[in-house]
């Protein structure tokens, strides 16, 4: 049976520590494996207390498999077998998002070095990998509709019509139809649909670049935590993917893009005037709150305060492949905060309210329940791609540059910090794990603050 001790953090949250003591069939001798577990700001004693049992027993299940597959598992076994055994774990253990990233770089892994078995991995066979994915090309594939409409309207067929029978969600449609990017199997339905040829309905054009550094990097993590483990299940004697072993991946970051101080005002006064209110309130919350994508799509009616003007940020929905929508906890155990509002987006959301409640009258049947801020016409809750999409209606019909989702809040730190704003508070607004995370990214818009401070130094001490 586990052993489970309780203790209270400073935060007001329980964390628990979970012991299971096992004999080892290799050794003979007894081990002791721990693992711990954290509950939700939000949850209450007696329900963290029955998460934690539960999690404490599948924990045991686990450590007593584990014990009694290890003799199964010889060094010779090949990488790409091993990945799999690796991967089911990280599905019963980790967030979907992780296992299906995860899942997409051990594909990777696999293509490169999974014929090697485990205890032919020496640091060159790592090394390798990694200059492999260096100099491998990305090759982008960009459709973009040149005459849909004009086809469209002389067979007659609708975008709900050519929805149905392609297969291709609306919004995908809508944007073909607007002379946007879509994908290869978008427009190569759309084409079938239509009895086209794909060229005569679409612009294909192909550009390539190569693997970002950041990109080489989730990929080789990804394999030093797998052979963390064999090494843990002592299937091996060593981890020669540890970065002891390995020439340095010098990782380039990108420069975050923000909207700057004219195109915020104009993007700002364009929302306030929009007509959709869905667009309008969810925008503004991501410009005047900082919320990520994710965290924007899981707020519930039960996480807005009206009385108090603050907003409650508990869960986040993504759309996970071959999993669909998913709802988890946010990023970081940080990132469940409470924010306080600005009043105009307090009175915004009074209103949105009465609009959803209207909303949800004439959904009728098709409502599922949800209390989800953001829903689909189906009564569903929303996908966050579709965020992407009214904001690039937006700034298009604003005549603004072309600004990913992230980049209003990235342009909402920025306009904290540059307001002089704590950077603690800043960093316990954005839910960042630690302060840390927020001097690194955004401190370099600190500069001009830095440069008045010296100058009202000088002012002061200077000799006159």
Known sequence: MATVLKRKLKDGSLSYRIQVRIRNKGTG????????WRAPKYMNGRDANKEALRYSLEFEEEVKRLAEGLTGIQPTIKLQD????????????????????SRAAVEKINRIIGNYPLNEITPLVVQKFIDTMQK?????????????????????????????????????????????????????????????????????????????????????RVLRAILSIAKKQQIIKENYAKSEYIMTIHDT??????LDDKS?????????????IRIKTALLIL???????????????????????????????????????????????????????????????????????????????????NNRLFITHEGTPLYPSTIRYWLDRVTKKLGLPNVSV???????????????????TVSSR???????????????????????????????????
């Not at 005002?265 to 005037?273: E, P, Q, R, S, V």
């Open 287 to 369: 410009l005047l709150t900082g919320l990520r994508r994710g965290e924007l799509c899981g707020l519930e009616w039960q996480d807005i305060d009206f009385e108090n003007g603050e907003l409650r940020v508990c869960r986040s929905s993504m759309n996970v492949a071959r999993l669909g929508m998913i709802t988890k906890e946010p990023k970081t155990a940080n990132s469940i905060r409470e924010i306080s509002m600005p009043s105009s987006l307090t009175l915004q959301l009074k209103e949105y309210k009465k609009w959803w409640d209207d909303y949800i009258k004439n959904i009728g049947d098709r409502y599922d329940g």
């Open 136 to 220: 491998m090309q990305i090759v982008r594939v960009t459709l973009k509709s040149k005459n849909l409409k004009s086809v469209m309207n002389k067979k007659k067929v609708t975008s709900e019509v050519l929805s149905k029978i392609s297969g291709v969600g609306k919004r995908t449609i809508s944007s073909a139809m607007n002379e946007e990017n879509v994908s290869e199997a978008s427009a190569n339905a759309i084409a079938k649909a239509l009895g086209c040829r794909l060229k005569d309905l679409f612009t294909v054009t192909e550009d390539s670049r190569p693997v970002r550094s950041g990109t080489v990097t989730r990929h080789y």
């Open 82 to 101: 091993y990945t799999q055994i690796w991967l089911e774990q990280v599905q019963k253990r980790c967030a979907p998002s992780y296992h299906a990233s």
């Open 406 to 424: 992230h980049s209003l809040r990235h342009t909402n730190i920025t306009v904290q910090l540059m307001a002089g704003i704590p950077m603690k």
């Open 430 to 464: 954005a839910g960042h794990s630690n302060i840390r995370i927020t001097s690194d990214v955004y401190g370099h818009f600190l500069k001009s603050s830095d440069k008045e401070a010296a100058e009202k130094i000088n002012s002061m001490f200077a000799i006159c």
């Open 264 to 276: 915020a005002k104009k993007f700002a006064k364009g929302l306030w005037n929009e007509e959709d």
């Open 29 to 36: 001798c007894p081990e002791t494996k721990v693992t711990t």
């Open 253 to 258: 970051k990108t420069p975050i893009k923000i």
